[in-house]
């Protein structure tokens, strides 16, 4: 039986896909024979479509390309390019840093949410994952089904049809929220003098997309692209095997199979016993001890979700080691010299040389050097999941999280409540809850699924202050969803209240702290404007 709907495809167009990708049937697929650009463009649209790769391929892509010469190349039959090269090297030198040299952009479509995050782990890997935010799932599968996970174990037993059933009304209450929410959004925010109805009426749409995702459960169906070197992939499919959720185990395997037509000599450590086999053993043993160590330690109890975002470790001296790291490479003092001379500075001149480290910034992007690495922030957060799925994403920050429950509560956005949609919305989420309860106590590693994203889960997020200043700077935009701007403006004020460090808080200086209406309306503006041509903008 297979887990997944297959795509449907003319002779003509599989014809044409199987020069360019390894599978024309599965979830899983890797990206051969097509220019960089293609195949980053490609993986930048996921976010905004709802079309499979493959689909997007063929409609947007194709036409575009020069394929005459490619009529000889079969890529469902694998690729040999450079193999014996790689395949002596690796086998005579075994240097790891060699599988460094070859990437894979792979596809791993049809995935759940809650699967995204143990595919975006690896810091040295890329990703591009379908949005909630700006693609709606109120839409069927050619099989009939709404877009979430139906694992066997699951459908299988006697809470199979109540699991179908409750998570169908999950995705009907969506659906029938939408419209309502964007006829309230279209009646209270007309557009602005000088903004065309397109900017506007996507800006309204994304606008309720952001404050009805939270009724989708986490076992909705998303696809993510993935870019990495043979090395990061090697490491993901460790992690993926060793995991405790069978969708990782299936997809893992799936992944393997497809980047073994590609890079195969990067690889082979994968099913030996004593490399890949026996990392994967440790992988999970010690997750299960620690799990079970903890549990009999800690037992678990109800827990109160208490501030949003709480500072739970920082390092006072912070600012004096950065100002230290300042002047290190102009220096020639040892370090701990520098530090005590920084201590001992004046306030005026501590914040003069701050502000000459920092120079001018014009806009987020032109951030300090490597200095601002010196300290470090560690946060307690309890948000709602959907908030959570983003700030994970951000590779350079160490980020820990609980299981998904509903223990936390629930967040309503206040969108929904001025629309007057409470009632239905938390009903909805009440549903998510009883389900969630029913499954855990028979499938305590699969009843995540059925959370929906406005509940609350906690996690650990770790940064150094340079990281901090992109994450918080980035997050903190006007079209960013407004529960996790609400997160990283915490951050920015702790780390300048509570750890009192203003001069690294000061030089954050592109968060943004007001509140806006329609926060995308100014980027599509934009967008509708580039489109336009230049004529629009005289």
Not at 1 to 11: A, D, N, Q, R, V
Not at 51 to 61: N, P, T, V, Y
Not at 214 to 225: E, Q, R
Not at 336 to 349: I, S
């Amino acid at each position: 039986m297979s887990l997944t709907t297959p795509e449907t495809f003319s002779p003509h167009e599989r014809e044409l896909l199987s020069r360019y990708f390894t599978n024309l049937d599965g979830p899983v697929f890797a990206l051969v024979n097509l220019p960089e650009v293609v195949k980053g463009a490609l993986f930048a649209r996921y976010s905004r479509s709802p079309k499979s790769l493959r689909r997007l391929f063929l409609d947007e892509f194709v036409d575009e390309l020069d394929v005459s010469g490619d009529t000889g190349l079969d890529a469902t039959v694998g690729l040999r390019r450079a193999e014996e090269l790689y395949e002596r090297v690796f086998a005579d030198y075994g240097d790891d840093s060699v599988a460094q040299l070859g990437g894979v952009h792979l596809a791993c479509e049809q995935s759940s949410n809650i699967l995204t995050k143990v595919l975006e782990r690896g810091r040295l890997m890329s990703y591009l994952e379908q949005s909630t935010r700006y693609i709606p799932y109120d839409t069927r599968l050619t099989t009939g089904h709404y877009r979430y996970v139906r694992e066997p174990q699951i459908l299988d037993s006697p809470l199979g049809a109540r699991y179908v059933g409750e998570m169908d009304r999950m995705f009907d209450t969506y659906g029938e929220l939408l419209p309502r929410m964007q006829a309230h959004v279209q009646r209270t925010s007309p557009p602005p003098p000088g903004v065309s109805a397109l900017a506007h009426r996507q800006a309204v749409r994304a606008a309720c997309l952001d404050a009805l995702r939270g009724l989708l459960p986490a076992g909705s169906l998303s696809n993510v692209g993935i870019y990495g070197s043979g090395q990061s992939y090697e490491l993901l499919l460790m992690r993926m095997r060793a995991h405790h959720l069978p969708e990782a185990n299936r997809y893992a395997e799936m992944m393997l199979e497809e980047l073994r037509k590609v890079i195969p000599s990067f690889l082979t450590r994968i099913d030996r016993n004593d490399r890949g086999v026996a990392w994967t053993r440790y992988l999970r043993d010690t997750e299960e001890r620690s799990a079970e160590a903890v549990g009999r330690l800690f037992p678990r109890a109800a827990s109160d979700p208490g501030a949003r975002v709480t500072l739970t470790d920082f390092d006072p001296t912070g600012e004096d080691k950065v100002l230290a790291a300042v002047c290190y490479p102009w220096s020639n003092l040892p370090d701990d010299e520098l530090q005590e001379k920084v201590r001992a500075l004046p306030a005026e001149d501590r914040t003069a040389l701050c502000r000459e480290y920092v120079g001018e910034r014009l806009n987020r992007r032109q951030r300090p050097g490597r200095a601002f690495e010196r300290t470090d922030y560690r946060f307690d957060v309890v948000a709602d999941y959907g908030a959570f799925r983003d700030i994970q994403r951000h590779r350079l920050l160490s980020i820990e999280w609980q299981p998904l429950g509903t223990d936390l509560g629930y967040e309503v956005p206040e969108l929904v409540s001025e629309a007057g949609l409470d009632a239905p919305f938390v009903e909805s989420l009440e549903r998510s809850r009883a389900l969630h309860d029913a499954l855990a106590k028979y499938f305590p590693d699969l009843c995540g699924y059925a959370v929906a994203l406005a509940y609350n889960i906690r996690f650990a997020v770790q940064m150094n202050a340079r990281e901090a200043m992109h994450v918080i700077e980035l997050r903190s935009t006007p079209q960013g969803h407004p529960a996790y701007r609400k997160v990283v403006q915490d951050m920015h004020r702790l780390i300048r209240d509570e750890a009192g460090h203003r001069a690294i808080a000061g030089a954050m200086s592109f968060v943004q702290t007001a509140d806006v209406d329609l926060g995308r309306l100014e980027a599509e503006q934009r967008v509708a404007l580039r489109a336009a041509g230049p004529a629009s903008g005289a």
